[in-house]
């Protein structure tokens, strides 16, 4: 049966010619014994993918005197990209220490397969047949280091493809404003691959997705905004000394920030008309509106709310008036 017959011939385009080499003939595939080892340290990891069904399994030759891996091959039950992306996992190992190694991602690996640098190696549908490489290598760096898996994590790992942490991309969200995943994405390449992290429904479930962080990240710039709406409406002098239109600001953000929410709740709202200084006493002369403007209370309770609110907040003498 011919590639195309058994793929699709589209979707086998998608591969970059490194990987179709590696599929059909992995160059380290193999393993290694302890006859071979002599005085050397082996190391076997064994890991499997849950999402799909791989596993991998790593041989590493390790040299105690420098901690440097001397030989590395490995065996794989899975796809063609799981054993292309395992042969060069394992080829990347060789001539690193084991601390080198355990730097090595699994967006190393796709990048190595690549044909020319700006392409991916294995469309993204795919890409979670190669997130093998970084947790068997953190396997066998902590069989030969005699630790948990665990210590060479200090920061929560969102994007597995890409090896990104959550701490980054909040950080990155913060510092270059990002409003959209697709900017998210161009940034810090989380979920530019298998787009498990994105959002739920991928192939791997999380618990935190990158639709959350952006969520939080907008959310509290519209109350960083809020709060320096209000601060830039006030000014650096008292209620008293501003001119008319940074009252205005001011009684609006106020407004915005502390009444708007509860009246709209109940299907109201409010409109500031006007400012007036009468007898040293700041006139805010207001218009209700919505389910407001029929409801018994609006001159007393929510009115008696408003002004109590505008004072407490502006600290100078006001009196609301509904016109």
């Known amino acids: 049966m011919a590639r195309n017959d058994l793929i699709g011939g589209a979707l086998w385009e998608e591969y970059s010619q490194e990987v179709q080499k590696r599929m059909d003939n992995p160059v380290n595939m193999g393993e290694i014994t302890n006859a071979e080892a002599g005085k050397n340290t082996l190391v076997i990891a064994d890991f499997g993918?849950?999402?799909?069904?791989?596993?991998?399994?790593?041989?590493?030759?390790?040299?105690?005197?420098?901690?440097?891996?001397?030989?590395?091959?490995?065996?794989?039950?899975?796809?063609?990209?799981?054993?292309?992306?395992?042969?060069?996992?394992a080829e990347l190992c060789m001539g690193k220490t084991v601390d080198e190694a355990v730097k090595i991602t699994n967006i190393d690996v796709e990048k190595a397969l690549r044909d020319t640098p700006d392409v991916p190696a294995v469309p993204g549908q795919k890409m979670h047949c190669s997130v093998m490489a970084y947790d068997v290598i953190k396997k066998a760096a902590s069989l030969y280091k005699n630790v948990d898996m665990e210590s060479f994590e200090d920061e929560f790992i969102l994007c597995e493809c890409a090896r990104v942490t959550q701490e980054t991309i909040q950080e990155i969200i913060r510092l270059n404003k990002l409003t959209t995943i697709e900017e998210i994405v161009d940034y810090t390449k989380a979920g530019a691959f298998c787009k498990s992290c994105v959002k739920p429904g991928g192939h791997e479930a999380k618990d935190v997705y990158l639709v959350d962080l952006l969520a939080t990240a907008l959310e509290e710039k519209e109350a960083q905004e809020k709060s320096r709406k209000i601060i830039e409406a006030k000014g650096d002098g008292?209620?008293?000394?501003?001119?008319?239109?940074?009252?205005?600001?001011?009684?609006?953000?106020?407004?915005?920030?502390?009444?708007?929410?509860?009246?709209?709740?109940?299907?109201?709202?409010?409109?500031?008309?006007?400012?007036?200084?009468?007898?040293?006493?700041?006139?805010?002369?207001?218009?209700?509106?919505?389910?407001?403007?029929?409801?018994?209370?609006?001159?007393?309770?929510?009115?008696?709310?408003?002004?109590?609110m505008l004072k407490f907040k502006l600290k100078a003498p006001l009196k609301v008036i509904v016109v």
């Open 49 to 89: 993918a849950e999402s799909c069904g791989d596993a991998v399994r790593l041989y590493w030759l390790v040299d105690p005197k420098d901690d440097r891996i001397i030989n590395s091959k490995f065996k794989s039950f899975g796809c063609g990209t799981a054993i292309a992306s395992s042969d060069m996992m």
């Open 238 to 308: 008292s209620f008293e000394s501003m001119g008319l239109v940074q009252k205005i600001k001011s009684v609006e953000s106020i407004l915005e920030e502390y009444i708007r929410p509860t009246l709209k709740a109940d299907g109201g709202d409010v409109e500031l008309v006007d400012i007036k200084e009468v007898d040293e006493v700041f006139e805010v002369l207001i218009k209700y509106q919505g389910e407001c403007m029929s409801c018994s209370m609006n001159t007393t309770t929510t009115l008696a709310g408003i002004e109590d």
